[in-house]
């Protein structure tokens, strides 16, 4: 797994085996638009959106430290993990870029005690939940497709695989 800040690539050896679900929202949005509603809010309060901007840097550096121990999945990582994920959507949300069919997608992922937050520039697209060692996968896809999403599930691996063909999980348009 590799971690791209501030200009620097690094290397997480062993990223712990996550289980994730990607969810798609349908919502089609304008990611220009979103990243300039950002642009708007830094040019407005300039401090302000530094302190929101320092707070993301530094749940992305309690992720990848977490991450970067050699540690295998348990229920203490997984709630520090989605701590983290959580916090992380709440300063999202605070840089106005949610949309109501996000924050349905976290309203249904919540009941089933799995934190979720927005992917890419925000206003709709995906949300990204990491389910827990014994997360009920098949029940919440069942509810999140209810409500007219999209799922399908992935996991935390070690980087870029190189497939000669076509990969099996191609083969799948959702699990």
Same mark, same amino acid.
């Given at each position: 797994?590799?971690?791209?800040?501030?200009?620097?690539?690094?290397?997480?050896?062993?990223?712990?085996?996550?289980?994730?679900?990607?969810?798609?929202?349908?919502?089609?949005?304008?990611?220009?638009?979103?990243?300039?509603?950002?642009?708007?809010?830094?040019?407005?309060?300039?401090?302000?959106?530094?302190?929101?901007?320092?707070?993301?840097?530094?749940?992305?550096?309690?992720?990848?430290?977490?991450?970067?121990?050699?540690?295998? $999945? =348990?229920?203490?990582?997984? #709630?520090?993990? @989605?701590?983290? +994920?959580?916090?992380?959507?709440?300063?999202?949300?605070?840089?106005?870029?949610?949309?109501?069919?996000?924050?349905?997608?976290?309203?249904?992922?919540?009941?089933?005690?799995? $934190? =979720?937050?927005?992917?890419? #520039?925000?206003? @709709?697209?995906? +949300?990204?939940?990491?389910?827990?060692?014994?997360?009920?996968?098949?029940?919440?896809?069942?509810?999140?497709?209810?409500?007219?999403?999209?799922?399908?599930?992935?996991?935390?691996?070690?980087?870029?695989?190189?497939?000669?063909?076509?990969?099996?999980?191609?083969?799948?348009?959702?699990?």
């Amino acid at each position: 797994m590799l971690s791209f800040q501030k200009g620097v690539i690094s290397h997480i050896n062993k990223p712990p085996p996550l289980q994730f679900m990607l969810i798609n929202t349908k919502t089609q949005r304008n990611s220009y638009q979103y990243i300039q509603k950002v642009r708007d809010l830094y040019n407005a309060d300039r401090e302000g959106a530094e302190k929101l901007f320092d707070q993301i840097e530094n749940i992305c550096q309690k992720f990848l430290s977490l991450c970067g121990k050699d540690v295998s $999945p =348990s229920p203490d990582l997984e #709630a520090k993990l @989605g701590n983290l +994920v959580s916090e992380n959507h709440k300063i999202l949300q605070k840089l106005d870029v949610s949309h109501p069919s996000i924050e349905a997608v976290r309203g249904i992922t919540s009941q089933y005690g799995l $934190p =979720s937050k927005l992917t890419g #520039a925000g206003g @709709g697209g995906s +949300v990204l939940a990491l389910l827990h060692s014994d997360t009920d996968f098949k029940a919440v896809k069942a509810s999140l497709e209810a409500a007219n999403f999209d799922c399908f599930a992935s996991e935390m691996g070690p980087g870029v695989l190189i497939h000669q063909g076509k990969p099996a999980t191609f083969n799948q348009s959702k699990i």
